[in-house]
């Protein structure tokens, strides 16, 4: 069979490549979670040993406390049977002494034939003999026991005994099944931390959100101007790092970077957090760069003036720009990325919409609800629906992938700008004026 040499241009050979970059795109997705389990496993591995050593501490010290008690005891127990003694010794000694005296008289008084002397001292000596000082001497010497002993804990000795007394690894997992997606169906309130410090000369307005570790969360102060990472174990501000611009978006790289938005320079850093914060390279964009997040070696970063989404490599160079129409947007702010529906998710603060978009820029599905005013910081779940920061009506609204239904999870919140998930802690974090607010799923 002749094979046309324009076959390059049918549908069909387009068709062919099309699926096989798809094909490249759903492995490079498999690799990155890949990637993100092993970092989770040296976490995890770190966690568990940090867990015994801090068990086995509080062990030896409830055992040091323990063993000080019983020592006392037996220390106070020797004092007070020693002193028993020695008060029973001396009383026996001056009985002997008075006996020996007693025998001593009658012996002088024979010798010397001091006939009535003599039978004065027999008389003295045979009513000392009457007393019965020797049979209280030795039922004082019965009560003191001085044959005790340490007994074991019964208790104790049959609980280190078995096995798994000292614990074991929890796997609630089943690791023969494929993971499944979750669904977040509750959001339960558990504290708050405090992330104001006082070098701010400013409330503290969280614009963006990133969970670095485990217990490591970067916040963006728009109104500081400033970077701050916050130690979740402590609950306390660790480090702090202010620039000449207002940061208001952040997103995770790989190998230990960040890449903020910065708004009012036009411009995106880079930066490490491996250590201190610090400066790698600056992006300059050519409109007002607001919500940025990462997907595959790429940047995707939301511009006003004109609207659009344009697309990035790791090193700035501009790969793709998606116009968005004025018409539906107006004031876009913060942007999400669903890699299996290949839409686009924007909110817009001006129109209290969200709104999808496919990778051409055509408008997918709006989303318009009375109670999402002024939507900011959005949070994609692994079932494809939206956490929606509502900014005007202080609520966190949940909204299906396909931007048809949506219920309130959270209300009675101050301004809430910003959202963020730890999977290490299981826990959501939402950024408002000082307060990071902390939710367990």
């Known amino acids: 069979m002749a094979v046309s040499g324009r076959i390059g241009d049918t549908e069909e050979y387009r068709e062919t490549m099309m699926k096989l970059e798809q094909k490249i795109k759903e492995f490079d997705g498999i690799m990155k979670r890949a990637n993100v389990e092993d970092r989770e496993i040296d976490t995890c591995h770190d966690k568990a040993l940090q867990e015994i050593i801090k068990f ?9 406390q323990l063993q000080r008690k019983i020592q006392a005891d037996i220390d106070k127990r020797k004092s007070a049977d020693k002193q028993n003694l020695q008060e029973m010794i001396k009383l026996c000694s001056n009985i002997s002494t008075d006996i020996s005296k007693l025998k001593s008289n009658l012996q002088d008084s024979k010798a010397s034939q001091q006939h009535g002397q003599l039978y004065i001292n027999i008389k003295q000596a045979q009513s000392k003999l009457k007393s019965d000082d020797v049979q209280k001497a030795e039922e004082s010497f019965s009560q ?14 049959n609980a280190i005994s078995r096995q798994e007394i000292f614990g ?6 089943n690791l023969a099944s494929p993971k499944k997606k979750k669904t977040m169906n509750q959001l339960t309130y558990k504290d708050d931390i405090d992330v104001s410090t006082i070098s701010d000369s400013n409330s503290c307005n969280i614009s963006g959100c990133a969970v670095l570790s485990s217990h490591k969360i970067v916040l963006a102060d728009w109104y500081n101007c400033k970077l701050k990472v916050v130690d979740r174990q402590s609950k306390v501000v660790i480090e702090e790092k202010t620039f000449d611009s207002q940061p208001t978006d952040i997103t995770v790289l790989p190998r230990d970077q960040i890449a903020v938005t910065m708004q009012t320079n036009k411009e995106i850093y880079i930066l490490s957090t491996a250590g201190t914060l610090s400066v790698v390279r600056k ?12 997907h595959q070696d790429h940047l995707y ?8 989404v344009r697309i990035l490599d790791i090193q700035g160079n501009v790969q793709n720009t998606i116009s968005l129409n004025r018409e539906v947007f107006n004031c876009p702010n913060y942007i999400v990325f669903n890699e299996d529906s290949r839409l686009i998710y924007i909110s817009n603060f001006v129109t209290g919409k969200v709104v999808s978009v496919t990778l051409q820029g055509d408008v997918s599905a709006v989303y318009e609800y009375k109670d999402v005013g002024r939507p900011r910081g959005m949070l994609m779940l692994e079932d494809g629906s939206l956490l929606v920061c509502c900014w005007n009506t202080g609520i966190m609204h949940r909204i299906s992938g396909d931007l048809k239904q949506g219920q309130t999870m959270i209300d009675g919140l101050t301004y809430p700008w910003s959202i963020c998930y730890n999977h290490y802690q299981q826990e959501v974090y939402i950024g408002g004026t000082n ?6 799923v």
């Open 144 to 157: 003191i026991y001085t044959q005790y002993r340490f007994e074991r804990s019964k208790d104790l000795e």
């Open 56 to 64: 086995r501490k509080e062990i030896n010290d409830h055992l040091d």
């Open 283 to 294: 992006i300059p964009d050519t409109g007002t760069c607001t919500g940025i997040t990462y």
């Open 435 to 440: 307060q990071l607010k902390v939710f367990s």
């Open 168 to 173: 074991k690894l929890s796997d609630p997992t």
């Open 301 to 308: 970063v939301l511009c006003r003036d004109p609207d659009c």
